[in-house]
Every structure is written in C-alpha cells, then in structure tokens.
C-alpha cells in the first residue's frame, strides 16, 4: 500500500499551494482520507479529513475557510488559500481510522514540505 503526496514546495504569505495524494495498493472507498501536518519542534497535527462522497468534511479551526480538502476513492486533495506563516510545516497524507485527531490504524504517505515566508 502507498500514499505517494505531491505539489508541496514555497509560497508568500497570501498565496497558495495544492497538495494531491494518490493511494494504491488497496481500495479506499471505505477509509477516511486526510491531511496532517507536523512543524518542527510540534506534534502531528490533523489539518483536514473526509470519507468519500461525504459533504461534511472536518478541519482544524486554524485552517478553517482557507483551505478545502477534496477526494475521490483513491486520491485526496488539500487546495490551500490565504496561506500563512505558521501554515510551514511537512504534510502527510493519510488514510484509515481517524479519530480524535488521530490516525488510529492506517497508512501515511512519505511528507511533502510546505514553507511559507511572510
């Protein structure tokens, strides 16, 4: 199974960045879909998550109407707008169980770096 991420890189502060995740290995239809993020020196952070075909996705408050997440059965997407400084962080795509702000069981993607400079 793999999660392979793609479309990080740099940004001004104001701009933005789509990140694309593409799962293989296994259906995904069934599993929640998302975006965590980790800045150094901080925990891994749940950004932004959704099963498919669901109209209710969950973000984090600091991320809430700046950035949309989007999926198919296999792919995740995170559209990220109106970007910030402390939005820098390494981003992990994920898939499987998550509650709680947890990724209970599942798979992560390898981490694309997002740096935003003000």
């Known amino acids: 199974v793999q999660l392979v991420e793609s479309g990080g890189g740099s940004a001004q502060a104001g701009g933005s960045l789509r990140l694309s995740c593409t799962g293989s290995g296994r259906r995904f239809g069934n599993s929640a879909m998302g975006w965590f993020r980790q800045a150094p020196g901080k925990e891994r952070e749940l950004v932004s998550s959704m099963y498919w075909r669901s109209d209710s996705p969950y973000y984090a408050d600091s991320v809430k109407g700046r950035f949309t997440t989007s999926r198919s059965n296999a792919n995740v997407y995170l559209q990220m707008n109106d970007l910030k400084p402390e939005d820098t962080a390494v981003y992990f795509c994920?898939?499987?169980?998550?509650?709680?702000?947890?990724?209970?069981?599942?798979?992560w993607g390898q981490g694309t770096q997002v740096t935003v400079s003000s």
């Open positions: 994920a898939a499987g169980t998550i509650v709680n702000g947890r990724l209970l069981s599942g798979y």
